[in-house]
């Protein structure tokens, strides 16, 4: 099955500096990755996802990239801010599977 | 608009005991899945329905039962509660399976056995 790893597992920026967050996927056949943003005491939401046949998508400060050759795709978030601060999901799925395959998750402070 | 409603949100079970965790949606979603989450370890599927009147196993179904009620609900059943189940347990929906929908979550069900 798929295998979904994410780095960094923390992460602490100034606010106003951009954090990076990357994932990498084994299985070829994947073809869709969501971001989710988790609050503390709340389930995932989604954020901003991408699909294989794009390379990148950007929605106001966030953006995602994805690089299919080498299996990797990463969250970008410029000009944090303190509400930024949560855990961050990255996933993979492919149009066939019924099933979407986390990584660990990266917990991100953004400091004031 | 509620979206995914899960109850109860805390819950402290005995070893052996058993319970259900009932999740509900609003937004006309064909497929549903329970979710458990723990620390360095993610989000790990553990049973899904894709439509109504099926459901499949996961990555760690053991220990679990699920039933889909309707369409709009779908439940968890620990039927001989362990230790290892403790968790925090995640109900999420997607109007059609896999790649083609994203994914909505509840806001979970902290689950501790003593």
């Known amino acids: 099955g798929e295998n979904v790893e994410q780095h960094p597992s923390t992460l602490s920026v100034q606010e106003g500096d951009s954090a990076v967050i990357k994932c990498t996927y084994s299985d070829s056949a994947s073809n869709y990755f969501p971001w989710y943003k988790q609050e503390l005491g709340k389930g995932p939401q989604l954020i901003i996802d991408?699909?294989?046949?794009?390379g990148e998508k950007k929605d106001q400060r966030i953006a995602v990239t994805l690089n299919k050759t080498a299996k990797h795709f990463s969250l970008h978030i410029t000009e944090t801010q303190p509400e930024d601060s949560a855990v961050y999901f990255c996933?993979?799925?492919?149009?066939?599977?019924?099933?979407?395959?986390f990584g660990t998750g990266t917990s991100l402070t953004v400091i004031p | 608009n509620a979206g995914v409603t899960q109850t109860p949100k805390f819950q402290v079970l005995k070893t052996g005991q058993s319970m259900t965790l009932q999740c509900a949606q609003d937004m006309n979603h064909n497929s549903m899945y329970w979710y458990r989450q723990d620390p360095g370890m993610g989000l790990r599927l553990i049973y899904y329905?894709?439509?109504?009147?099926?459901?499949d196993k996961g990555e760690v179904p053991n220990g679990y039962n699920v039933s889909r009620l309707n369409k709009r609900e779908f439940s968890l059943r620990l039927e001989s509660a362990a230790p290892s189940q403790t968790s925090v347990y995640f109900c999420a929906s997607s109007e059609v399976p896999g790649a083609n929908s994203p994914l909505h979550f509840g806001n979970g069900t902290r689950l501790t056995v003593t």
């Open positions: 996933a993979a799925s492919t149009s066939t599977g019924n099933q979407f395959y």
């Open positions: 329905s894709a439509s109504e009147g099926t459901t």
């Open positions: 991408i699909r294989s046949n794009v």
